[in-house]
Structure formats: C-alpha cells, structure tokens
C-alpha cells in the first residue's frame, strides 16, 4: 500500500530529511516504512533532494495497522511527530496532582488512565480539528472503541476528585451529549434501540449484558463519561476550553489506554500558540510567533485503599511526548 505524504514541507519545518521523518513518525505507532521509491527517479532510499513532492512512503500490506494507521496517512498527524520540538512542547506542572478513585469495576471495565491539559488556545478551525482527531484516533487506534475508548472534558467545569464506579443503569441519571433533558442510563439505552442507532448500538453492546456499567463521576457526582458509549454533556468541550481532563478506558490493558493519551496529547499540544492549527504549519520563511508550552498534569488512579494503579504521564513520559 502506497499513501502519498507530504512530508517533504514537515521536514523542512524542523531541518530534518524526508525519509527520517516519516520513518519516525510511523515507527512510534508501530507502522514500519517498508521501503522508499521516488517515482520521478525510479530509484529506492531516494532523499528526495531534486524531486520531493514525488515521494511516497511503502507501507507493507501485511503489517494489520498499515491500512488504516491515521498517524501515517495523515499529513498533519506525521506533522505532528517532527514538530514538537519547536512548536508544540508540553511540560509538568509545578503544582499538585489531582485523582481518581476506582470503585468496584474490576470486572466491568478495569483499565482507565487520564491526564489534564492546560493551556489551549482553541478558534473555531482549531476546535473542529480537536473534534476530529477523537473521532480519528477512535476509528484507527482505538479499532472503533474495541480496543479502549477516551473522553474529553472541560476542566474548569468539573470538580475533582473523580470517581470512576460500576453502577447498576437505572441508577446512572445524566444528561446525555446532545440531549437536553436528564434520564437513565437505562433510558439512553432504550432510546438508542428506539432511533436504531447502529454505531451506538454497537458500543452500548461492549457494557449492555452486565448487570453494573462502567460510569465517571466528578466530585459533584455529575457524569462526565458512560464509557464506551458516550459523554454526559455536563463537562462537554467547547471553542472556549482551555483546560481539558482527558481519560481513556480499556477492557484489553493499561498500555492501550496511556499510548491513546500519548496520541491525542500529542496531537493537540499545537493548539496552545494562536495561530497555529489553523490547517498550515510554520516553516522557516513564516513569521516566528512566540510559543507558550502547555502544561500537561498527571491524574492518579488509585483504589479506593489508596493504592496507586497508574499516574499518567509521569516525567519521562512527557519527555518522550516532546521528542521530536
């Protein structure tokens, strides 16, 4: 399978060669580049020195990730690998952590990881791209929410601690995103069946058979999440975020969860320059603007003993976030 990139203008972005780029930013999703053929030159390993908007990346078909990796057939999400360094850097807060307490969904749905991001410069380009990239890293490295499912949430509207339950459906009342009245879990479900909504349908039925749900409170007990399934609108993002808590779930491992983070983190850590993520990407004949790092915080997860499960990103996670 052949996908054509544009590779050639990130490179220069940041002084590095074509075929390091795209070799790089592929690798760290697990996608090898096969081999390198410039077509105008009909040659292998071509630099693309004379000819690069000729360059194609070789991903080979029988790697399963190949076909649908949105990392490597995405100018902006190989972009996105190169250019943090210089444009998109993240770093640990200087202040305290906040948590998340595990109550009883060991047999529901047991791994859950989050982390906050503080800092965004959202307009509405911007923010139409922060939407799309959940829906693309759902559809490509989460397998459509088979492998793990990730919220975000407006954190200057939510109250920690958090408090991730398994809860019986009847009594799980929220408001629902797009929805404007509050209901059950059991009600969204019956509605869902009702509007025969097939993708939700779908993700109701990774939870539908058990007699508890996976659900998210914050410290008000308003629902942020009913994962798989859907956000409560209480904490839904908006053109006017800036601080964003991002969680993950998984029934498969906590891996999945921190390598969703690390992938949408990292794809969202330009949004805090104005200016940038308006679909174009600086070069060196751009006009320098001045970059503000965004704080990325940890959030603990803990049981309800106090027992630490997982702190994401701890210190040389965020350091592997900002490699270039």
């Known amino acids: 399978v052949s996908w054509p990139v544009g590779a050639w203008a990130a490179a220069r972005a940041c002084g590095c060669g074509v075929k390091r780029v795209v070799s790089h930013g592929c690798a760290r999703w697990g ?4 081999g390198w053929m410039c077509p105008a030159l009909l040659v292998p390993d071509c630099d693309c020195s004379i000819s690069p908007s000729a360059c194609t990346v070789q991903l080979p078909a029988q790697v399963p990730c190949c076909t649908s990796c949105w990392d490597a057939c995405c100018l902006c999400c190989v972009s996105v ?6 444009h998109g850097r993240l770093q640990p807060p200087a202040g305290g952590v906040q948590r998340m307490v595990l109550h009883k969904t060991q047999t529901v749905r047991p791994f859950i990881a989050a982390c906050i991001v503080r800092g965004l410069k959202l307009n509405e380009t911007s923010f139409k791209r922060f939407i799309d990239l959940q829906t693309e890293i759902h559809q490509k490295l989460c ?4 492998l793990a499912a990730f919220g975000t949430h407006d954190a200057k509207l939510i109250e920690a601690p958090y408090s991730y339950e398994a809860v019986a459906p009847a009594d799980i009342k929220f408001v629902p995103l797009r929805e404007e009245t509050e209901m059950t879990a059991l009600d969204f479900a019956t509605r869902l069946q009702q509007a025969g909504d097939e993708t939700a349908l779908k993700y109701l039925g990774a939870i539908k058979a058990n007699k508890l749900w996976p659900v998210l409170y914050d410290n008000r007990r308003e629902v942020l999440s009913l994962p798989p399934v859907i956000n409560g609108r209480y904490s839904q993002c908006s053109v006017d975020t800036t601080d964003v808590l991002i969680e993950c779930s998984s029934t498969k491992d906590m891996q999945i969860c ?3 983070l690390g992938a949408f983190v990292k794809a969202i850590s330009k949004f805090s320059t104005d200016g940038i993520g308006e679909g174009k990407w600086q070069t060196d004949d751009d006009e320098a603007k001045e970059h503000v790092p965004l704080i990325v915080e940890p959030v603990e997860v803990v049981t309800e003993d106090g027992h630490l499960k997982v702190k994401y990103p701890n210190h040389r996670e965020v350091d592997e976030l900002n490699e270039d």
């Not at 690998?81 to 210089?86: A, D, E, L, P, S």
Request: aromatic share 6%; proline share 0%.
């Open 143 to 146: 397998n459509k929410r088979t």
């Open 31 to 34: 996608v090898y580049v096969g």
């Open 258 to 260: 921190k390598d969703v």
């Open 81 to 86: 690998c190169v250019t943090q360094r210089t």
